[in-house]
């Protein structure tokens, strides 16, 4: 059951990964604007999703995290800042970089977590928070600036939008805790999906898409996008928490990134050298160092989580 599991955290990764491509293909081959996208993204994967969890488990299910007065208004918080921030920034990092890059350093949230909850704490991180947290500094470094000290290896824009991303990937992991605790991820995440898409929606509305590029190509994409590169996954990861420990799967994901960059530079020829590859690889072991946990210690109960992608 372990095995499946870790097929389960495995796939899921990979079909997040693979998304962030589809992302920077669409916007290579067709006009739009990262709002336009994402807009698209929320509201038709949250809408999938309530529709889903309706389906499987009662109306009721679904509504009822809105007869709560305190946890409505924490809801409407996380989708207009948490869900809506997350995926605003890394996929206007992909807009202006590229798909592996974007990945990566948003892969730096659980690095912004160690200082904020340092911080909460007036307590010093440990030994292997600080080497995470060290290994993070080297890798946005290597994959920046190819090791020289003279130049960007990638666009300034493309820095800020993805380090925004991590910083909205903490808050995201953060904030909501306590309504994934009294509700079950599929409503929180559902509904903050279609809040954060209307609340987009009124800045970049989807209808103003230039519709008229359709083509096979074109709703292949979005479809990929809305149905591989989030509701396949994110069930896929939800199942696997009972067969795997969150930390277990947390340091699993890292397939997410390493799939990123493994297509990007095979088949989209994404520019990336020696250098950049071995900050790539720093990242993605700070963030293993950081999940890691002996085995009697990793059957947390803190197994409903926010989820990737």
Request: charged content about 10%; proline content about 4%; some cysteine.
């Amino acid at each position: 059951m372990r095995n499946k599991g870790v097929i389960m955290v495995l796939t899921a990764a990979t079909c997040w990964g693979l998304s962030g491509i589809a992302a920077q293909l669409f916007f290579q081959h067709f006009i739009a604007t990262p709002g336009l996208l994402v807009a698209i993204r929320l509201l038709s994967a949250g809408i999938i999703m309530i529709l889903m969890q309706c389906l499987f488990k009662g109306t009721a299910s679904a509504f009822s995290i809105w007869s709560d007065k305190k946890d409505r208004l924490t809801l409407l918080i996380f989708g207009l800042i948490g869900m809506l921030g997350i995926q605003y920034t890394f996929f206007a990092a992909i807009h202006y970089g590229n798909a592996a890059t974007a990945t990566l350093l948003q892969y730096l949230g659980p690095v912004f977590i160690i200082v904020f909850v340092s911080l909460h704490l007036k307590k010093m991180p440990g030994v292997k928070e600080l080497t995470a947290f060290l290994l993070a500094l080297i890798g946005i470094f290597f994959m920046t600036t190819s090791g020289s000290l003279n130049s960007l290896s990638i666009t300034i824009e493309a820095l800020v939008w993805g380090i925004l991303s991590a910083l909205a990937s903490a808050f995201y992991t953060l904030y909501p805790r306590k309504l994934l605790a009294a509700w079950g991820a599929v409503p929180v995440v559902g509904w903050s999906m279609v809040i954060g898409g209307i609340g987009l929606s009124l800045f970049s509305p989807p209808w103003y898409f230039d519709w008229n590029q359709g083509s096979l190509y074109l709703f292949s994409l979005l479809l990929f996008i809305v149905i591989v590169g989030t509701i396949i996954p994110f069930y896929l990861f939800l199942d696997s928490l009972r067969f795997v420990t969150a930390a277990r799967a947390s340091i699993l994901s890292s397939a997410e990134p390493l799939t990123a960059v493994l297509v990007g530079t095979v088949f989209l020829r994404t520019p990336m050298d020696m250098i950049q590859l071995l900050g790539s690889f720093c990242i993605i072991v700070a963030v293993i160092v950081l999940t890691f946990q002996p085995a009697n210690k990793g059957r947390d109960s803190s197994k409903k989580q926010p989820i990737s992608g």
